[in-house]
């Protein structure tokens, strides 16, 4: 997969569920239809800045597309307001077993987009499942990808990232 060699490509690659739609729209079915039934997908969130916005979590089952809203399975998001202690938790119930990676940000203004900086750098705290980072750009999916089986499963996420903003 060629991708350019900017983090603006996190603009598009972490709109996760903001995608559908023109930007406006937001994929949430109750469960994912794919494969074998498996266990809950719970993601913890922490490094959540409760005072505003919205925690936007996109789970991705594979390589091609991955960051990008055209790979996304299901988004979800949650009011940062909801944090407790800094930490959301966002569920993907009945995930089927399998291969997964997950991508996260905090949409401060609900503007349903990471906003970026100067020469694209994003300004929202961002994150990506086993703390995968990029090189001027987003990871990759096997980077950032896990096994799902037919148990329960917590996965940790810290919002983290390059802010040029004050909070």
């Known amino acids: 997969m060629n991708l350019p060699a900017r983090p603006v490509l996190l603009v598009t690659a972490l709109v996760l569920g903001c995608a559908h739609g023109g930007g406006k729209g937001l994929i949430e079915p109750d469960t994912i239809q794919a494969g074998q039934p498996g266990g809950t997908l719970t993601v913890r969130v922490s490094g959540v800045d409760p005072r505003s916005g919205t925690v ?9 597309g991955f960051p990008t809203e055209e790979g996304l399975l299901v988004g979800r998001r949650v009011p940062a307001s909801q944090a407790v202690e800094d930490v959301v938790e966002v569920a993907f119930p009945a995930t089927p077993q399998g291969r997964y990676a997950l991508s996260v940000y905090l949409d401060m203004n609900d503007n349903e ?3 970026e900086g100067s020469f694209g750098i994003p300004t929202e705290p961002y994150g990506f499942s086993r703390g995968a980072m990029g090189h001027f750009g987003p990871p990759e999916f096997e ?11 917590l996965v940790p996420l810290h919002l983290g990232g390059i802010r040029l903003t004050p909070r």
């Open 143 to 153: 980077d950032a990808a896990f096994n799902h089986g037919f148990e329960e499963q």
């Open 56 to 64: 936007r979590v996109g789970l991705f089952d594979k390589e091609d």
């Open 113 to 115: 987009q990471l906003d």
